[in-house]
C-alpha cells in the first residue's frame, strides 16, 4: 500500500532552516505530482508547495515564496522540502502526500517543525 514517512523536522531559531524528507513506497512515485501541506495549532492544514510527477513545475504558497523549495529525486522516490530563512509563524506539522488537492491522494504522519528563540 502507499506508504509515505517525513523526516527531517526539529526545533530551529528564526532565521535559521531545515530540509524535510518524504520517502515514497507501495506506488509508482514517478507518475504522481506530489506536495507539502502543514497545520499550525488551532488552524486549518493548508498547501505549502506542490510539485508535478517530473519535477517540471511547482507551486507555493505566498507566504513561503522565496524561502522555501519544493524538489524531488524520482530515481530515490523522495521528495524535499528546502526551508530557509524560517519564521515563527512557519511552526507546524509538515505532511507530504500524493497529489495537490487535499481532497484526495495519501497523506504521511507528519513531521514536527518548531521555529522558536
Known amino acids: 500500500q502507499v506508504q509515505l514517512v517525513e523526516s527531517g523536522g526539529g526545533l530551529v531559531q528564526p532565521g535559521g532552516f531545515l530540509r524535510l524528507s518524504c520517502a515514497a513506497s507501495?506506488?509508482?512515485?514517478?507518475?504522481?505530482?506530489m506536495s507539502w501541506y502543514r497545520q499550525a495549532p488551532g488552524k486549518e492544514r493548508e498547501l505549502v508547495a506542490g510539485?508535478?510527477?517530473?519535477?517540471?513545475?511547482?507551486t507555493y504558497a505566498e507566504s513561503v515564496k522565496g524561502r522555501f523549495t519544493i524538489s524531488r529525486d524520482n530515481a530515490k522516490n523522495t521528495m524535499y522540502l528546502q526551508m530557509n530563512s524560517l519564521k515563527l509563524e512557519d511552526t507546524a506539522v509538515y505532511y507530504c502526500?500524493?497529489?495537490?488537492?487535499?481532497?484526495?491522494?495519501?497523506w504521511g504522519q507528519g513531521t514536527q517543525v518548531t521555529v522558536s528563540s
Open positions: 502526500k500524493t497529489g495537490w488537492s487535499s481532497s484526495s491522494g495519501s
Open positions: 507501495g506506488f509508482t512515485f514517478s507518475s504522481i505530482g
Open positions: 510539485i508535478t510527477s517530473t519535477g517540471g513545475d511547482t
